[in-house]
C-alpha cells in the first residue's frame, strides 16, 4: 500500500505561481512513475505532469513550460512548480502512483485561479 498526501494548494491571481507536493508513505519500493493530474469541476481528470522511475517527464500541451515536475529521492516526494497560472488552470489536483500495476491516488488539493 502506498499512501500519497497532496499540499500546496490555494488561491492564487492569474500569472502567478504555487508549488504543489505529493508526500509519499508506506511500501514505496518499485514505484514506477509518480505524476500529477487535474480536474475542473465538471470535467474529468485529465494529466498533467508525469514523472518515471528513471527520471523522464512528461507533460500535457497545455501546461508546457509553465510547469515542471520534479522528485526528491530522499523525501519521497515530488513536486509540481507551476509558474504563469491562468485562469483554466483552476481545480483539484491529484497525486497519482503506480506501483507493480497498481494505481494509487491523494486525496486532491484544490487551486483556484483568479483573472
Known amino acids: 500500500q502506498v499512501q500519497l498526501v497532496e499540499s500546496g494548494g490555494g488561491l492564487v491571481q492569474a500569472g502567478g505561481s504555487l508549488r504543489l507536493s505529493c508526500a509519499a508513505s508506506?511500501?514505496?519500493?518499485?514505484?514506477?512513475?509518480m505524476g500529477w493530474y487535474r480536474q475542473a469541476p465538471g470535467k474529468q481528470r485529465d494529466l498533467v505532469a508525469t514523472?518515471?522511475?528513471?527520471?523522464?517527464?512528461n507533460y500535457a500541451d497545455s501546461v508546457k513550460g509553465r510547469f515542471t515536475i520534479s522528485r526528491d529521492n530522499a523525501k519521497n516526494t515530488v513536486y509540481l512548480q507551476m509558474n504563469s497560472l491562468k485562469p483554466e488552470d483552476t481545480g483539484v489536483y491529484y497525486c497519482?502512483?503506480?506501483?507493480?500495476?497498481?494505481?494509487?491516488w491523494g486525496q486532491g488539493t484544490q487551486v483556484t485561479v483568479s483573472s
Open positions: 497519482r502512483a503506480r506501483q507493480m500495476g497498481l494505481d494509487y
Open positions: 508506506g511500501s514505496i519500493f518499485s514505484i514506477n512513475f
Open positions: 514523472i518515471y522511475s528513471g527520471g523522464s517527464t
